[in-house]
């Protein structure tokens, strides 16, 4: 972030301000995170500050520090949208287009708060004044402990912030195993670790409080998964039908796609859900090395995202748009075998 907005930054928040801070829709830790961090930094600073997500998310984020105070659009969308035209500052996080924001998108676009960015996925769109935006960072979560040093306020990280923090970085770098963690991430995770964030209950938290039904609803995605060996790729599908069987919970297909992208030689790893309620496929995909599945899904699944992480949609049945992936892959045959 330049210097001079840093300053304006600065001055800005030298008084009290009516804040709003906003995530993506269906937030994951990294948004949850993020959106907590610098909840409990700005309150801490004296202002007036509202998390407002669009939608639930899933429950094994919900012991975050500051979690019982987050409005969810999609149950509150009065208050949210009082608070939103009030707001002097609107802080979008881990996301960088207001579409990606669902049914708050039109609010938004018409709110006259001021917008300040801060994320890490590619082709930002323009609507901010400030825009702290860099694809190279492993996580939002990174980039707001980066905001508040850079703001000379460091000091000011507990063990709340801390806390927060950690677990976006955690969730976003696959626990600090993703090609974009780097010395300063774990450099910072030092600082949060000294600063009280307990990493250990953390991982606990987050990925230790499955269900019986979301293990057997792994054992089914498992038992789906295909793989096209001369394309280095491995996909797999979740029909309705499948997930009503394991009375399917928010966040319970988390991470699932990973393990297509864990066999021996795989590049692309794809993960189908279908979704009646929407009336789409949630599409998940997932690469190794320099094979981008954000072009991929902004070319053919109307996403994005990140280099190896990616999301999009596809208004076809599951069976047609497993068809349409495999159709198309043949094109990237060459960016596939180069790996
Ligand atoms: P997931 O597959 O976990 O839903 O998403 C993978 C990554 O891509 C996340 O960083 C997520 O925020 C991002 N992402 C998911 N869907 C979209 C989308 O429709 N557009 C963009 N730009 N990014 C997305
Ligand atoms: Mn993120």
Known sequence: ???????????????????????????????????????????????KVNVLVPNDYPSFLKW?????????????????????????????????????????????????????????????????????SDVSMSSTCEMVYHFIDMLGNADAVDSNIATCLYVGIMTDTGSFRF????????????????????????????????????????????SNLKVIPELRTAYITLSQNELQKYNYKKGDTEGVVNYGLSLDGIVLAAIFIEDRNEGIIKISLRSKGSFSVNEMSRAHFGGGGHTNAAGGKSYLSLEKTVEKFISILPTYNKALNNE
Do not use: W
């Not at 009516?18 to 004296?46: E, M």
């Not at 039109?106 to 709110?111: D, F």
């Open 64 to 132: 975050i520090p500051g979690n019982e105070t987050i409005l969810k659009y999609d149950y509150q969308s009065g208050v949210c949208d009082a608070l939103i035209k009030d707001a002097d500052i609107i802080f979008t996080l881990d996301f960088n287009a207001f579409h990606r924001t669902g049914d708050m998108e039109s609010v938004l676009t018409e709110s006259n708060g001021l917008k300040i960015m801060i994320d890490h996925h590619q082709a930002p769109d323009d609507y901010a004044t400030y825009m702290y």
């Open 179 to 222: 090609p974009s963690t780097t010395s300063t991430t774990h450099n910072i995770v030092a600082k949060l670790i000294e600063k009280g964030a307990n990493n250990s209950d953390i991982h606990n938290n987050v990925y230790d409080t499955n269900s019986y039904e979301r293990l057997q609803l792994l054992g089914c995605a498992l």
């Open 1 to 47: 972030m330049k210097k001079q907005d840093i300053a304006s930054i600065k001055q800005l928040l030298s008084t009290k301000k009516k804040i709003v801070i906003v995530p993506h829709k269906n937030p994951d830790g990294d948004a949850i995170g993020s959106t907590l961090g610098l909840y409990h930094y700005l309150i801490k600073s004296g202002h």
